[in-house]
């Protein structure tokens, strides 16, 4: 039995930031497990409202199913008391629902479901996908709208309505008129996520929204910025936030936007300017180049000069 009941996990997860570890590699790209340990030590030791572990950032996406055991195990080992585990889902439904079970059996507190891979879908057939995943576990699992699944305002009710271990929507897609259908249809009855690439960029508009936190990849690298902008956030301070935007998180997208699928390679290259090397990301991902990673290190160098 999971140690969270779904909704004992939704109440803790909705009012904290949330960490999206990287898995660390060698160069050999084979996942580097005390890399890994000391980096969720580290990360756990501030005060979040759980982990995700191999999801977006995590490059969940490019783990095998016995990868992803080996680092949801390492986490629910490694991490404080009083910090959630969450592991992942990806791929065909066959797939999910197995890394749906893993996760639970490898001691992980609740699962984000990713979208499935390649395939367009419909609305029923999304349905059917999620719902051979919530009825797979005991976990308290959080739909990720984003890439091919786009879940109607619909759906989600119907899921939610259905699956009391439905606990959550996070958004990769930002759609403010999908939001308000989504969260009008669901309410209370689940908690809201923002999820886009550098979650912090809309925070403070989707709070509004209803989304009462989000995945902050960048806490990867600089978790007390990282920890300071959400207390921001939560306390509405629309200057300090603007002021971080100014100063770091919009210049930190014009490195980020040169390339694609730069989200995820410049977390791992922002773990490498403050001296906690993570490896390189995994192809189909590339890393930065040289020239990027100074730019990058100047930045970080200019909000955190401790840190570099
Ligand atoms: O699954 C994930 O890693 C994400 O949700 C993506 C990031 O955490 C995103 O919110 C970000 O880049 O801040």
Not at 20 to 48: G, N, R
Not at 165 to 181: P, S, W
Not at 264 to 293: H, T
Request: charged share 20%; proline share 5%.
């Amino acid at each position: 039995m999971p140690e969270y009941s779904p909704a004992d996990l939704a109440e803790t997860l909705k009012d904290g930031l949330l960490s999206f570890p990287v898995t660390p590699f060698t160069e050999s790209l084979a996942v580097d497990e005390s890399a890994l340990v000391k980096h969720l030590e580290w990360q756990s030791s501030y005060d979040i409202g759980g982990l995700f572990v191999a999801g977006g950032t995590g490059e969940g996406f490019s783990l095998t199913l016995e990868e992803s055991r080996l680092v949801v195990s390492t986490a629910a080992e490694t991490v404080r008391d009083g910090v959630p585990v969450l592991g992942s889902a990806t791929g065909n439904t066959a797939q999910a629902v197995e890394f749906a079970q893993m996760a639970e059996t490898a001691g992980a507190d609740g699962l984000l479901l990713l979208p499935p891979y390649l395939t367009e879908t419909t609305q029923e057939g999304l349905r059917a996908h999620a719902a051979a995943v919530l009825e797979s576990t005991d976990l308290g699992v959080i739909l990720y709208n984003r890439a091919n699944a786009i879940y109607s305002a619909d759906t989600v009710a119907s899921l939610a309505e259905a699956y009391p271990n439905l606990i959550g929507f996070k958004d990769g897609v930002g759609n403010f008129e999908q939001l308000a259908r989504v969260t009008a249809a669901c309410g209370d009855r689940l908690f809201y996520l923002g999820g886009l690439p550098t979650a912090e960029t809309y925070a403070l508009s989707l709070l509004k929204m209803g989304m009462s936190t989000y995945s902050s990849a960048m806490f990867n690298f600089l978790p007390e910025f990282a920890l300071e902008f959400y207390r921001n956030v939560r306390a509405e301070d629309q200057q300090a936030v603007q002021e971080k935007l100014r100063d770091f998180v919009l210049p930190y997208l014009d490195i980020r936007d040169r390339g694609n699928g730069y989200g995820v390679s410049i977390v791992k290259a922002g773990l490498r300017a403050v001296g906690r090397d993570a490896g390189p990301v995994r192809p189909p991902l590339r890393d930065l180049s040289a020239e990027e990673q100074k730019m990058l290190n100047t930045l970080i160098g200019s909000v955190a000069p401790a840190a570099v």
